[in-house]
Nanobody, 117 residues
Framework: QVQLVESGGGLVQAGASLRLSCAAS????????MGWFRQTPGKEREFVAT????????NYPDSVKGRFTISRDNAKNTVYLQMNSLKPEDTAAYYC??????????WGQGTQVTVSS
């Protein structure tokens, strides 16, 4: 089992920056990738960024490319999401996901990001 705890959400104005953190514990040696997703009420959860645990390869959708950066600290078992130039449409609950070998995906409890115009 892998446990994930997100932090760093909050209320900011458009154009501001925030950094989210996701700390993993438990069977962290079984993680091969981690990612961030977001969800607003009534909508499906949306992919925001992923990073592979060994090589650090990243992937983003066009909606956040150039503004968001995912990174990881393997020693701390933590993944970060640096969000710059935030827009009101970035408002959502942000969830951390760990892809684990031989198991289902693990999710954190979510952290709210609200961007005011």
């Amino acid at each position: 089992q892998v446990q994930l705890v997100e932090s760093g959400g909050g209320l900011v104005q458009a154009g501001a920056s925030l950094r989210l953190s996701c700390a993993a514990s438990g069977r962290t040696d079984s993680i091969f990738a981690m990612g961030w997703f977001r969800q607003t009420p009534g909508k499906e959860r949306e992919f925001v960024a992923t990073i592979t645990w060994k090589s650090g390869s990243t992937n983003y959708p066009d909606s956040v490319k150039g503004r968001f950066t995912i990174s990881r600290d393997n020693a701390k078992n933590t993944v970060y999401l640096q969000m710059n130039s935030l827009k009101p449409e970035d408002t959502a609950a942000y969830y951390c996901k760990a892809s684990v070998r031989g198991s289902i995906d693990h999710w954190g409890q979510g952290t709210q990001v609200t961007v005011s115009s």
